[in-house]
């Protein structure tokens, strides 16, 4: 039976309650006082009559305000609380004393042993961690946290020691003991996945509602986590470099910089000079100059339109993604960058290796983790919530309410090709917008190149011979059903076509598992 009496602070409370207790000749097992001034008794169980008597007979006690019972003493409270703390903890636990022996063990450790909690009690922590002196650190003057690197069950753990102190009356801390808590490689990767877990958050901007665009995000979104090299391909216009920067913001690198680098609209030295700086003394310069890799140290580096970048720039990039390293031009120091890259291209970079223009090896470094952004074409349903997204964003910076689509020009949007994909799409609206007097759109109002509505746009200025406009064409369609049919027999079937046609006509397109994402 255990007693929670309330009272005032008066010097000789306590003895007055413990004479009671022996009038009654009640064997005590336990009392404690809390830092409230609360009296806390543990006796056997009694006989009621005798219970009915001990209580009153307390509660006359001058400054004994109540008596009640209950379940727990503090202490029991505290050791089931932290007995329960322990045992849900996925991670083995040791409680130590000052001599190094085990006090008490978690389930974990008992289950990773594979014995009970009672054999492993009173044992050395030696017998079952190495790779750390628990005595020599306990004898120390005042042993702080560590965290070290330590065996247990022949396996490498991380093991966080935090020594246990007490006050000891005076105002003074004692050493009572220790804690001891391991972390398993397994465990510290999940919880570093989950840490750096992407944000969904950072993909809002990319619109989604095909399945094929769905399945980019959900590509991207685990890619983001990870931390090797990004190769987007994709035609012009379809938003690489907004899925590109969803993709760092969604990164353990989100707080670093995001620089980009247009491959295609600089000459070869003027990007050499952009991607790495320059030392120095070089082109007469006082000072030097960082790059952009050392700009973009702990972020991402964009390089846009990679498939653009000269043979020279291919085999300085290629160097820092196999080493870290480089050097600035007209310099002879190394310098050491911790970068992401990210690129884009909508050339065929596997036709460019075949053909010499691009190197294999930097081919096969960029394209650890690679995504497909499909053409607008191919993603219909994203079509008018691109358009509504466009005419509510530029009906705000111009000051205006956003129209309504009429169903003319929801089915035009919906046909027209968009061979410059969502680029075009926005600049269309946003002149439609500017000239519109009305709160409506319709058809009449977007300016488009005419074109057929069709898988392929062939613009005006086209120049070749029909044969070389079918190869195009089959070439294009076999790429892109080649994903979803990746053996001949399967798109063979799909096609209507012998096995033997679909897998010469591969063969010379160049169409295999590694010039195409599967």
């Not at 990210?342 to 096969?364: H, P, S």
């Not at 075009?424 to 409506?440: D, I, K, P």
């Amino acid at each position: 039976m255990r007693l929670e009496i309330i009272c005032q602070d008066r010097l000789g409370i306590a003895q007055d309650v413990l004479d009671i207790l022996v009038n009654y000749e009640i064997d005590l097992r336990g009392i404690e006082i809390d830092i409230t001034g609360k009296i806390f008794l543990n006796f056997p169980n009694i006989e009621f009559k005798d219970f009915q008597h001990l209580m009153p007979e307390i509660r006359r006690i001058e400054g004994i305000e109540d008596v009640k019972t209950t379940p727990f003493m503090p202490m029991e409270r505290e050791q089931n609380q932290l007995r329960a703390l322990l045992q849900t903890l996925p991670d083995p636990v040791f409680s130590l004393d000052t001599k190094g022996r085990v006090l008490m063990v978690n389930e974990a450790v008992s289950t990773s042993l594979e014995e009970s909690p009672e054999s492993v009690l009173g044992s050395d922590i030696s017998d079952y961690v190495r790779g750390f002196n628990f005595n020599r650190w306990l004898d120390g003057k005042s042993p702080t946290a560590q965290t070290q690197k330590i065996k247990f069950i022949e396996q490498d753990f991380l093991a966080d020691i935090s020594p246990v102190m007490v006050p000891d009356g005076d105002g003074e801390s004692i050493l009572a003991g220790a804690l001891l808590m391991l972390k398993s490689e397994f465990r510290l990767g999940q919880q570093l996945t989950v840490f750096h877990q992407a944000n969904a958050d950072s993909f809002a901007s990319v619109q989604a509602n095909s399945n094929v665009m769905k399945k980019v995000v959900r590509e991207a979104t685990r890619m983001a986590e990870l931390d090797g090299s990004i190769l987007i391909f994709g035609e012009t216009g379809t938003g690489k470099e907004l899925l590109a920067r969803a993709c760092h913001e969604a990164s353990r690198r989100a707080s670093g910089n995001f620089l980009v680098l247009n491959c295609a609209s600089l000459p070869d030295s003027v990007a050499e000079t952009e991607l790495f700086g320059y030392a120095a003394g070089a082109f007469g310069q006082t000072e030097g100059k960082a790059g952009l890799l050392e700009q973009a140290q702990g972020g991402t580096l964009f390089l846009d339109e990679v498939g653009d970048m000269s043979t020279q720039l291919q085999a300085k990039l290629l160097r820092v993604l196999q080493d870290g390293s480089f050097r600035r031009v007209g310099d002879t120091s190394e310098v050491k960058v911790d970068v992401r890259i990210v690129c884009t291209t909508q050339k065929d970079l596997g036709q460019l290796v075949q053909d010499g223009q691009f190197r294999e090896d930097l081919y096969y470094r960029l394209n650890v983790l690679s995504l497909v952004v499909p053409p607008l074409r191919e993603r219909k349903s994203d079509i008018i919530s691109l358009a509504e997204r466009f005419l509510k964003q530029h009906s705000v910076k111009l000051g205006r309410r956003a129209p309504k689509l009429n169903k003319t020009c929801v089915d035009y949007l919906q046909t027209y090709p968009w061979p410059g994909n969502v680029r075009q799409l926005e600049n269309a609206l946003y002149r439609a917008l500017s000239l519109l007097e009305g709160n409506e759109l319709g058809k009449e109002h977007i300016q488009l190149p005419s074109a057929a509505t069709s898988i392929s746009f062939v613009p005006e200025d086209f120049e070749g011979s029909l044969e070389e406009e079918v190869k195009r064409f089959e070439k294009d369609l076999l790429k892109r059903l080649y994903p979803f049919y990746p053996s001949t027999r399967q798109l063979a079937k799909k096609l209507g076509l012998s096995h033997t046609a679909i897998a010469n006509k591969l063969r010379e397109y160049g169409i295999n598992k590694k010039t195409v994402k599967i």
